[in-house]
């Protein structure tokens, strides 16, 4: 019998899927405090793992995990030099999420350019076409797109980009330029000559020490004064504060940004009261579809680590 803990509830369709298996056994654990996790984590051999962090001073009291299972395709919260000192295996639902966070860019790229959010309030407080002069708008059509990462959410980004008929650059020194192309795709080598040229600019690269600060106040001063600036990969890869004084500047256009430095995000944290920025919650894949097709992944990447029939791109190479 394989023990399961299930930090931070997830989808009811997983849990269900482990529920049928004779094989497993599972606790939800909600409290996450390191505290907590040190207490109760020791007995199990597998768990899965949202946000949380899972450090060294918590998993060194775990001698029986023998996997971790992503429920998502980041894996900045698991320190991951010591799981790899300790044989642990990591695994992300790699084919669940990329549509889901593609489709939240593209929501983003839109509400911004529509200047949906003061247009709607405009309406309620019956100023009505009053201020329609005085508010902006802008197309995606025939627009350039600067796509940073062409992994999976890249990919599918790309897909839909091409539907509203933009022009989509790439930078990803790690893609060969073939495959770009067959995209439909121009390959870029110079990442500061694609912020000068581009009208959007979406980040799908991963957290690393190489991408932390990524784009700077030096890279934004340069970028059009109508660009949107989307980041839905990890907070930090934006510098907020320089974000924040590009904006209020009037340096670029207006900007999305579902993940932050800080999460949850304080709640004095200046680009709380910047209009020119879109919010949301770190929710890019909470769509009902998502979220039941992560935690089935999620599960099944368990179950199948145990059975021996583990999907390759499941596994994170460390
Ligand atoms: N907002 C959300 O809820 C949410 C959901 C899923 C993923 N994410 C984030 O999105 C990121 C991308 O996800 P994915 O599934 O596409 O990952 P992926 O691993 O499939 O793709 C990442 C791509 O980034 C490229 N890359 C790495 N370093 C780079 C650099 N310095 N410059 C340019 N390219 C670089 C890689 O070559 C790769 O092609 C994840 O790391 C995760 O942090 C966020």
Redesign the pocket.
């Known amino acids: 019998m394989h023990k399961v803990a299930i930090i931070e509830n997830i989808h009811q369709d997983g849990i269900d899927l482990l529920k049928e298996n004779p094989d497993f056994e599972f606790e939800i654990i909600e409290d996450t405090s390191e505290e907590n996790l040190i207490k109760v984590l020791p007995k199990f051999d597998a768990c899965t793992l949202r946000v949380s962090k899972l450090n060294e001073k918590i998993m060194s009291n775990c001698k029986n995990l023998k996997v971790i299972s992503r429920h998502?395709?980041?894996y900045d919260n698991v320190d991951l030099n010591y799981i790899k000192k300790n044989n642990i295996t990591l695994l992300i639902t790699a084919t669940a999420?990329?549509v889901a966070?593609a489709e939240h860019v593209i929501y983003m790229m839109l509400s911004i350019s529509k200047s949906n959010n003061q247009f709607d309030q405009e309406v309620r407080i019956g100023n009505f076409k009053k201020n329609v002069s005085s508010i902006e708008t802008l197309e995606l059509f025939n627009k350039e797109i600067l796509i940073?990462?062409?992994?999976?959410?890249?990919q599918s980004l790309i897909k839909r980009c091409k539907g509203f008929e933009m022009k989509v650059k790439i930078?990803?020194?790690?893609?060969n330029k073939k495959i770009i192309e067959e995209f439909g795709g121009q390959k870029i080598e110079n990442l500061e000559e694609g912020l000068k040229n581009c009208d959007y600019l979406s980040l799908?690269?991963?957290?690393?020490k190489?991408?932390k600060n990524l784009i700077d106040y030096s890279k934004l001063k340069n970028m059009k004064r109508e660009a949107i600036v989307i980041n839905?990969?990890?907070g930090g890869i934006i510098n907020e504060d320089d974000l924040n004084k590009a904006l209020n500047e009037n340096i670029i256009f207006g900007a999305g940004l579902?993940?932050f430095e800080k999460e949850p995000i304080d709640k004095n944290n200046p680009l709380l009261s910047n209009k020119k920025i879109l919010l949301s919650p770190?929710s890019?894949?909470f769509t009902n579809e998502c979220k039941s097709r992560m935690s089935l992944e999620t599960t099944k990447n368990i179950i199948d680590f145990f059975d021996n029939k583990i999907d390759k791109s499941m596994i994170v190479k460390l």
């Not at 940073?148 to 890249?154: A, K, L, M, P, S």
């Not at 930078?171 to 893609?175: A, L």
């Not at 799908?204 to 690393?208: E, G």
């Open positions: 998502g395709v980041g999420n990329a966070v940073v990462g062409f992994g999976r959410i890249g930078y990803d020194p790690f893609i799908h690269v991963p957290l690393t190489d991408t839905t990969a990890r579902d993940v770190h890019a894949t």
